[in-house]
């Protein structure tokens, strides 16, 4: 299904483990069930869905609808909208100003309960909703956490808002299979059983240690390969704008499962052909450290051809009856030509379509990926230690202003 490009031999390289990861893409039909429930719920009686989280705690949702509805919004369904991903006052005041009028769900994501960025936000948004709904707020909020524990957990049974889990064996980055990313999804309108399937399959696909069938190992062997050569930076490419969140999930993920104890490659992202106006002159002729892996989707439903003219005025009628995505195609292999030979490695991932299915297929190629990735690196795929190192920091400056401020 999914045709990957690798540039060598992978035989070369000593077998890691396959991790087994069912429990990712494990939703029982009773939870579906339920997520799909509310989120029809939403769609009668909201017009903002607001996403309050940070991380994978809201990456994959945003990654998913912005892949996958229009590029202009039309004034039907909902608008899911994200907050606590930042720590911006003006961002948060223009949101509350942005509320006004419409009707408002608020879905509250956090694992842990307690990140700083989400909490700050919901402590705000929790406010307006109330003064706002009065009781009805409770009805309007809906958490996404652990099951078992966490300051939200507490809150939410406090509160009475309705709850959603993200079991404890899945981890922020990998959560998107879960009702953290599959309830502000459903609530956009996307197919959340085709997005499922997906991802089942290819969770079924990619689960062999066989090299030459399994484009997840087949990748992270690739990518180590490379790593191990000298090169420092991965740049994934995309030629379609609506895959920038994609990129953000795609970051965070090989970000926090690779770098660390000082290794592993730098992810970095691009939108083609945008960023060759860009960042274009360094790939293709400055430091040589980076190799590129560029995401193709062979069919996008909308597409529009270029007119003819009349007289020819701005000499591009040769190109009059084609189509716009076409044309996009024979950029990303004009890419490939230039780059390889700027001497830039490049691998390509080609997926049939940009539907759900798809989407749900490749995120979940990505994570296996990863975490094979992780484990040819030998370090632990599932942590974030450095992470914390900001957090303390930031604590100890908000504390220590606490005592100044009641001197
Ligand atoms: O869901 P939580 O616990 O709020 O965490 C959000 C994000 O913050 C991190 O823990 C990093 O601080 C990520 O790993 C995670 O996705």
Known sequence: MLKFDYPKNPEQFNMVEVPDMKHYVDCSMDELFAIQQVAEEIRENANVLLVIGVGGSFLGARAVIDALTPYFRTNNGVEV?????????????????????????????????????????????KEYMENRYGTEASNRILVTTDAHKGILKQMAEQCGYRQFVIPTEVGGRYSVFTAAGLLPIAASGIDIQAFLDGAKNAESDFDNVDIQSN??????????????????????????????????WWKQLFGESEGKEHKGLYPTTVTFSTDLHAIGQFIQEGSRILFETLIHFDEIEEDI????????????????GRSMNEI???????????????GVPVMKICIPKLDAYHVGYLMFFFMKACVISANLLEVNPFDQPGVEAYKKKMLELLKENVVNIHE
């Open 215 to 248: 484009a997840a190992y087949q990748y992270a062997l690739a990518r180590f390969d490379l790593y191990s050569r000298g090169y420092s930076l991965e740049l994934l490419a995309s030629f379609e704008p609506r895959l920038r969140k994609l990129h953000e």
């Open 81 to 125: 909208i994200y907050a606590g991903n930042n720590m911006s006052g003006a961002y948060l005041k223009q949101l509350i100003t942005y509320l006004e009028n419409k009707s408002v769900y608020v879905n509250v994501v956090s694992k842990s309960g307690s990140t700083m960025e989400p909490a700050l936000a919901f402590r705000i948004v």
């Open 305 to 320: 051809e270029v007119p003819f003219m009349l007289n020819d005025l701005d000499g591009l009628n040769y190109l009059a």
């Open 328 to 342: 996009n195609a024979t950029s990303k292999d004009g890419v490939v030509l230039a780059h390889e030979e700027g």
